[in-house]
């Protein structure tokens, strides 16, 4: 298991991304899977960096990676912050988010795209996050 | 990440070089909201060739000024994209609502049927 803590700065991001792409290059996860898996892990950390901690550099984020050769990965995000209230699936219509010029929704749909399940729950005052995508 | 911006006929190329998430996002929010601004008419290549990595913040910059950028009856060509970006594009569905060419002299074709339209 990976682990690696960061604090919640958002120029942290590009830190987390190679702290993932190193962790699963280390199993030799291929190219497509891994890509999958950064960007997932890119989107909930700044979900959890800007909306459950405010971007405070004060709090941190704790970072895991477990990985089951040719069965699953396992990547867990655990903060201190505010719970964020969060849809177990979301449905974007990107032609009316061009009309309004509305953001939000993009990040929480490429996640749930990019890997098989989103395991979400609260713990000792802590928030946890697993992103889980199989192998086989 | 850099971003470098061209202007070649009333067109402004910008390619961003390097990754852009949440944090870079708003530079390119930045450079793209002068274009929109400053200029009657925005055409807006968005030049690819060197951008690694984008994240929703990214297309976010997009999405929020190309409706603005076409109301001023210019518009943004994608041009360039390497397969992992043009993937993100393709998950959200925005590759079908936006002009995604396989180079800049291809864009600047299609900018010069827009700017002609007018």
């Known amino acids: 298991?990976?682990?690696?803590?960061?604090?919640?700065?958002?120029?942290?991001?590009?830190?987390?991304?190679?702290?993932?792409?190193?962790?699963?290059?280390?199993?030799?996860?291929?190219?497509?899977i891994r890509e999958q898996l950064i960007l997932a892990t890119d989107e909930a950390c700044a979900n959890t960096i800007i909306h459950s901690n405010h971007c405070c550099n004060q709090r941190f984020i704790e970072l895991s990676l477990d990985i089951i050769p040719?069965?699953?990965?396992?990547?867990?995000?655990?903060?201190?912050?505010?719970?964020?209230?969060?849809?177990?699936?979301?449905?974007?219509?990107?032609q009316?988010?061009?009309?309004?010029?509305?953001?939000?929704?993009?990040?929480l749909y490429l996640m749930q795209e990019m890997v098989d399940q989103i395991i979400r729950f609260h713990e000792s005052g802590k928030n946890i996050t697993i992103l889980e995508k199989r192998l086989n | 990440m850099n971003i470098r911006t061209t202007l070649e006929n009333n067109i402004v190329i910008i390619k961003p070089i390097g990754e852009i998430d949440a944090y870079s996002s708003?530079?390119?929010?930045?450079?793209?909201?002068?274009?929109?601004?400053?200029?009657?008419?925005?055409?807006?290549?968005?030049?690819?060739?060197?951008?690694?990595?984008?994240?929703?913040?990214?297309?976010?910059?997009?999405?929020t000024h190309l409706e603005p950028i076409r109301k001023k009856k210019g518009d943004i060509v994608f041009a360039n994209l390497r397969k992992?970006?043009?993937?993100?594009?393709?998950?959200?569905?925005?590759?079908?609502?936006?002009?995604?060419?396989?180079?800049?002299w291809e864009a600047k074709e299609k900018l010069n049927h827009v700017k002609e339209s007018i």
């Open chain 2, 84 to 104: 992992e970006v043009h993937y993100v594009f393709s998950v959200l569905g925005l590759d079908k609502l936006v002009t995604i060419t396989e180079n800049i």
């Open chain 2, 26 to 63: 708003i530079d390119l929010d930045n450079t793209v909201s002068d274009v929109v601004k400053n200029y009657e008419h925005p055409y807006i290549i968005l030049d690819g060739s060197e951008l690694t990595y984008i994240s929703s913040a990214g297309i976010g910059v997009f999405i």
């Open chain 1, 1 to 32: 298991m990976s682990k690696k803590v960061f604090s919640c700065d958002l120029k942290n991001l590009s830190d987390i991304r190679a702290f993932v792409a190193d962790s699963l290059n280390e199993y030799g996860i291929r190219t497509e």
């Open chain 1, 70 to 94: 040719e069965q699953k990965i396992a990547i867990q995000i655990t903060d201190a912050g505010k719970t964020p209230e969060l849809p177990n699936e979301i449905q974007i219509n990107i």
């Open chain 1, 96 to 107: 009316e988010n061009i009309r309004c010029g509305k953001r939000g929704g993009m990040g």
